[in-house]
């Protein structure tokens, strides 16, 4: 019962609690555990951004690669430890890249916080970790800088508030959730098959990869466990 639809397996007590999200069979490592926090953000930053120039909203990558492994620690996680994967946006003449890091096995932070989400311009740059945002000039100088949370409290009061104001969520799932959700998925099938794949933005398929459409679910669930058709 606990497995669910996965393949049946003997007992390991690392599918199990916090641990299951490493696994292929279960999770999604940690891209999809604590980088879908961090891509959120940067969806909705670089999303923010490209429409105050003018190019709209960004909508979901073209193209995805990814690079990594596991290199660090020598345990039975699938997934990687170490991970670097390039989103590209747009068209030709007006691309954006979105670049998310993972390094789950460092002491220290970067851009002075222990993690986060960053928009690099030719005029600026602006920092956005857990509990505060900071802009920063071509010299380095601060900007602007601001303070608050990024736990779930704020974001399911603004979502009530919605409810009633009919208003658009901080974080709706249209633009940012949704979206945040495929550049993990996408990035963790990516570094899977080991090579940069094409993105359809309507049908969410992979231009000519059979390999890479087929880990976007279950070749087979296991019974009782079945996948209805909608």
């Known amino acids: 019962m606990w497995i669910g639809p996965a393949p049946k397996r003997p007992f390991n007590v690392n599918r199990f609690h916090g641990r299951w999200r490493w696994l292929y069979d279960f999770g999604t490592g940690d891209l999809g555990n604590d980088g879908v926090h961090r891509l959120d953000m940067a969806v909705a930053l670089l999303s923010a951004a490209s429409e105050a120039q003018g190019d709209g909203p960004i909508g979901l990558p073209s193209t995805i690669f990814a690079n990594g492994g596991k290199w660090y620690f020598d345990d039975s996680q699938e997934f990687p430890d170490t991970m670097q994967v390039n989103y590209e946006f747009g068209t030709a003449k007006k691309t954006k890249l979105l670049t998310y890091e993972m390094r789950v096995w460092v002491p220290y932070g970067y851009l002075a916080e222990s993690e986060g989400s960053a928009v690099f311009g030719d005029k600026g740059y602006l920092v956005i970790g857990n509990e505060r945002w900071t802009a920063y000039g071509k010299g380095g100088q601060v900007l602007g800088k601001g303070e608050g949370g990024s736990h779930e409290a704020p974001h399911v009061q603004n979502f009530i508030d919605c409810v009633k104001s009919r208003e658009k969520p901080y974080c709706d799932l249209e633009t940012v959730g ?27 398929v992979f231009a000519n990869d059979p390999q890479a459409n087929a880990l976007r679910g279950r070749s087979e669930y296991r019974k009782p466990w079945v996948l209805p058709e909608v």
């Open 178 to 204: 949704h979206s945040a959700s495929v550049l993990c998925h996408a990035g963790n099938i990516a570094a899977r098959v080991g090579r940069k794949l094409t993105l359809d933005p309507v049908t969410e």
